[in-house]
């Protein structure tokens, strides 16, 4: 069974600090590992798609990682801002899917709390 | 990235009446449009696949009866909620893929919408 496990569950620091997302999945066949970032009533914007072939991509201070042998993917976010506070949702395709959404594995999210 | 609208963004309605609510592609055309269903501190739940000019494919477990969708144009699809209920409170939300052309088997990229909370009362 396809499986996305993210962690922590939740996370509170201090602005300004770094924080790392994990994200650990076993689908199969592995297609690309997106993250995305959920505003609390707002729907999942997307931070970085990466594929087997990736091992790390960059979108501002977000930097993703990803291990395709471990099955591991983390997000790190560097000089926190107050605007980050949100889910941050792993999603992980699989192959063959032909791009449906029945295709993508969503896990339960990290809830990041910045406070100043 | 590609934008994809909801309205409304929040509705508010009695118990046993029906809700309309609609997703459009604003700067493609989506031959196929999902919707999903999320309750708080939960992941993403598929609903159903929308197809223009065809039938929309249901998830086992949602009721194709209760939930209806309609896929009109390649920017438009909607979702009604019939006689709705407290238990149908959550937060829907929808996306649609563009498809990169000759790329068979390749996973497109999901452009989500907004979200619209429902309240049943």
């Known amino acids: 069974k396809n499986q996305v496990e993210q962690s922590p569950q939740s996370l509170i620091i201090l602005e300004g600090k770094n924080c790392t997302l994990q994200c650990n999945y076993t689908v199969s066949p592995f297609s690309n590992l997106r993250w995305y970032k959920q505003d609390t009533g707002r729907g999942p914007v997307s931070l970085t798609i990466?594929?087997?072939?990736?091992n790390t991509k960059s979108n501002g201070r977000y930097t993703a990682t990803l291990d395709a042998d471990t099955k591991q993917s983390s997000l790190h976010i560097t000089a926190s801002q107050l605007s980050d506070s949100a889910s941050y949702i792993c999603?992980?395709?699989?192959?063959?899917?032909?791009?449906?959404?029945?295709?993508?594995?969503f896990g339960k999210g990290t809830h990041l709390i910045i406070q100043p | 990235g590609a934008v994809v609208s909801q309205h409304p963004s929040w509705v508010i309605c009695k118990s046993g009446t029906s809700v309309k609510i609609e997703c459009r592609s604003l700067?493609?055309?989506?031959?196929?449009m999902f919707w999903y269903r999320q309750f708080p501190k939960q992941s993403l739940m598929l609903m159903a696949t929308?197809?223009?000019?065809?039938?929309?494919?249901?998830e086992q477990g949602v009721e194709k009866d209760k939930f209806l969708i309609n896929h009109a144009s390649l920017t438009l699809s909607t979702l009604t909620v019939t006689s709705a209920h407290p238990e149908d409170s959550s937060f829907y939300i929808c996306s649609s893929s563009r498809s990169p052309p000759g790329l068979a088997g390749f996973s497109y990229e999901q452009y989500f919408g907004p979200g619209t909370r429902l309240t049943v009362t």
């Open positions: 999603v992980v395709s699989a192959r063959g899917s032909g791009g449906g959404a029945d295709g993508l594995t």
């Open positions: 990466m594929t087997f072939s990736e």
């Open positions: 700067d493609f055309q989506a031959t196929t």
């Open positions: 929308s197809n223009e000019g065809s039938k929309a494919t249901y």
